[in-house]
């Protein structure tokens, strides 16, 4: 579960990011976070990560209260969570496998169990075949499905994915959709979006945000600013 409780982040200069957000995600939830550009929706995902720590309130992500000063538990949260951005951060001098392979380094597994995991979240977005071929190889859409391996790969229960559709044609972002709605049923996904195609057809819940604020939290919701 992922729980927000009056967290305000502002910046240096004085921008106040998110104000006053309060909001429980329940594990397993699928939830669209839009709003217009410099809303907060990447900020609320970079607190879930702890990139980012609140000025003030509490943020809870499973056993683990993110918002204390000291956080020694940093690589077990990142066990749990995956990031899908939307320029892919595919590392372009490394092969799809070892790309994948990668995001396992903080895993304490053996080499074998590492390319077995590599494999299955492989096959889960349907690039078996491709696991020795570089970035500059790849479509825009297949950099996509590799992010999303990538995010997935040990069994990781969150997902956070930042706009993971916004340099993607229409057909691929609905291909890269149909990969979401296959892991929907076993992880907690939290969407920042623009896309209102998406966001109307899928009807799942829908945070919006307007400058910093929560104004809205609809289930089965509609694309609203
Ligand atoms: N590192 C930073 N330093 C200063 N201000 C920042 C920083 N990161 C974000 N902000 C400010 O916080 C606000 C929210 O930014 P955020 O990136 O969360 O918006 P967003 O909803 O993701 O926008 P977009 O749709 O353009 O990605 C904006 O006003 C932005 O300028
Ligand atoms: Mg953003």
Sequence with gaps: MI????????????????EDISFTIE??????????SGAGKTTILK?????LTPNSGTIIVDEFDLSQKKFPQLEKLRRKIGI??????????????????????I???T????KEEVKKSLSLVGLTNKEQLFPLQLSAGELQRVAIARAIVGNRKIILADEPT??????????????FK??????TIIFATHNIDIVNSLKKRVIVLKKGKLVKDLRKGKYEI
């Design 166 to 179: 916004g340099n993607l044609d229409p057909k691929t972002s609905w291909e890269i959709m149909k990969i």
């Design 27 to 36: 594990d397993k939830e699928f939830v669209f976070i839009v709003g217009p």
């Design 3 to 18: 729980t927000f409780d009056k967290v305000i982040k502002k910046f240096p200069l004085g921008n106040i990011a998110l």
């Design 107 to 109: 895993f304490p597994l």
């Design 84 to 105: 899908i951005f939307q320029d892919f951060k595919i590392l372009i001098d490394k092969n799809v496998f070892e790309n994948i392979a990668l995001a396992l380094e």
């Design 47 to 51: 607190l879930i990560s702890r990139e």
């Design 182 to 187: 296959k892991i929907e049923s076993e992880k």
């Design 111 to 114: 080499k074998k169990k590492i």
